[in-house]
């Protein structure tokens, strides 16, 4: 589940908000998970291979403290989380029950996951944030998981702030919120997402320059060859 190198470097400088105008461009609109906000300020933009999990609702006679212990559990799941990996929880929106505390995050630090992503909430927040591990979530609550989810699966489908999420996908995170960049798209975002943040660099500085939007922003055939031009010469 490895992400190739030269897809890191090519998507290194390029912001969430720019995948999701590749992407819209090719017809998908629903990419940015609901919920998903950075735990603090200043954490670094973060991409990786999704690694999902799912959450159902609480049912009594399986969400309990014992479940814990049972292999199916978010205990086994976090062994099973590869280096560099983006761990994706299907939380189901539920914002009164946090999926995992300092203990947990702690111990996915240590495995090298890259970032936590999910539509729920973290409890023990204080010892979240001195694991180091970025989160992007809803917030905090003090009650356990099993207050009101079950867990019951890792590497499935999910949703996660309404957006599918499979295995493999590959997920971005930054100040904007996490992105899910589906598996079988991935080289053509690669291709042309770079391009898409060059030319916005490019238009930023007409901007700047006092130049006015209309035939701009998109560019018109007389501003694309200039930006050609400048682009040629960088």
Request: hydrophobic fraction near 45%; include cysteine.
């Given at each position: 589940m490895s992400l190739d190198p030269a897809i890191r470097a090519a998507l290194s400088g390029v912001s969430t908000a720019t995948i999701t105008t590749v992407l819209l461009?090719?017809?998908?609109?629903?990419?940015?998970?609901?919920?998903?906000?950075?735990?603090?300020?200043?954490?670094?933009?973060?991409?990786?291979p999704a690694f999902t999990l799912r959450f159902v609702p609480a049912r009594e006679d399986l969400a309990t403290p014992e479940s814990w212990s049972s292999p199916i559990s978010t205990r086994g799941a976090i062994e099973a989380m590869p280096d560099g990996c983006v761990c994706?929880?299907?939380a189901m929106g539920v914002t009164d029950a946090g999926i995992f505390g300092d203990i947990l995050c702690a111990r996915m630090a240590k495995r090298?996951?890259?970032?936590?992503?999910?539509?729920?909430?973290?409890?023990?927040?204080?010892?979240?944030l001195g694991t180091g591990?970025?989160?992007?979530?809803?917030?905090?609550?003090a009650p356990a998981s099993v207050a009101g989810l079950t867990f019951v699966a890792w590497e499935q489908p999910i949703g996660c702030?309404?957006?599918?999420?499979?295995?493999?996908?590959?997920?971005?995170?930054?100040?904007?919120?996490?992105?899910?960049?589906?598996?079988?798209?991935?080289?053509?975002?690669?291709?042309e997402a770079a391009e898409q943040e060059r030319?916005?660099?490019?238009?930023?500085?007409?901007?700047?320059?006092?130049a006015?939007?209309?035939g701009l922003y998109p560019?018109?055939?007389?501003?694309?060859?200039?930006?050609?031009?400048w682009a040629k010469n960088r």
């Open positions: 461009k090719k017809g998908l609109r629903n990419v940015w998970m609901r919920g998903t906000r950075p735990i603090r300020a200043g954490q670094p933009r973060i991409i990786g994706v929880a299907d090298n996951v890259a970032a936590l992503v999910t539509d729920g909430v973290v409890r023990d927040i204080a010892g979240v591990l970025p989160v992007w979530c809803q917030g905090a609550a702030g309404g957006v599918a999420v499979f295995p493999g996908d590959l997920i971005m995170v930054d100040d904007d919120g996490a992105v899910c960049i589906p598996q079988k798209l991935i080289p053509v975002v690669v291709a030319m916005e660099e490019w238009i930023m500085g007409e901007v700047n320059g006092g006015s939007l209309p560019p018109n055939a007389e501003n694309k060859a200039r930006y050609e031009a």
